[in-house]
């Protein structure tokens, strides 16, 4: 392993990258060809008409994001650390390809936002005391949230006439059954 530069600093384990270098051999080469295909796809000037397109550009952007950070990560032996982003990595990509090829439920899964908003705001409240956040503002995010929970209500039960309570997600299929419509994506 050569030494570092004076007055330089190696964060992570140096053994590991330096194995991660042989057992990678072409590594840099593919880093840099990806970096250039990311900069096509995400540095330029954007032309997004709706809220689904911005969507899948910034969805986009944080999918590339985690995989860069779980091969800097890798690189310097904290596959545990990279094993928790893949997870994530994952399921945002899963959600991505699902919703390319659903683009009529990109709303729902925007809607999905208010809920969370006002569930966070609930939990807050709940810790903080009513007076941490303006009633104006409160009233504003339960009003966005109660103008769409009905979009998200599911049976308790599959009896006919059971009650409804609001689903946990945005969307009525579980997270493995999305994955599955994704074609190939979801076998992994």
């Known amino acids: 392993?050569?030494?570092?530069?004076?007055?330089?600093?190696?964060?992570?384990?140096?053994?590991?990258?330096?194995?991660?270098?042989?057992?990678?051999?072409?590594?840099e080469e593919m880093?840099?060809?990806?970096?250039?295909?990311?900069?096509?796809?995400?540095?330029?000037?954007?032309?997004?008409?709706?809220?689904g397109d911005r969507f899948v550009y910034f969805f986009g952007r944080v999918i590339s994001e985690d995989f860069m950070e779980i091969t800097l990560i890798s690189q310097h032996g904290y596959g545990v650390a990279a094993s928790k982003l893949v997870r994530s990595m994952y399921e945002f990509t899963v959600t991505l390809?699902?919703?390319?090829?659903?683009?009529?439920?990109?709303?729902?899964?925007?809607?999905?936002?208010?809920?969370?908003?006002?569930?966070?705001?609930?939990r807050i409240i709940e810790i903080f005391g009513e007076n941490i956040i303006d009633a104006k503002a409160t009233a504003e995010v339960r009003k966005k949230a109660a103008d769409v929970k009905r979009d998200f209500m599911i049976p308790v039960c599959e009896h006919p006439g059971a009650k409804m309570r609001l689903n946990h997600t945005w969307n009525k299929l579980d997270f493995v059954s999305m994955a599955k419509t994704t074609g190939a994506l979801g076998d992994l």
């Open 1 to 27: 392993m050569p030494e570092l530069p004076a007055g330089s600093v190696m964060y992570g384990y140096p053994e590991e990258c330096a194995r991660f270098s042989a057992r990678h051999p072409l590594w």
């Open 31 to 51: 880093m840099a060809n990806l970096a250039k295909a990311l900069d096509i796809a995400f540095t330029r000037v954007q032309t997004m008409d709706s809220n």
């Open 97 to 122: 390809e699902y919703l390319h090829k659903h683009p009529e439920e990109a709303g729902m899964f925007l809607d999905y936002h208010l809920i969370q908003r006002d569930k966070l705001l609930s």
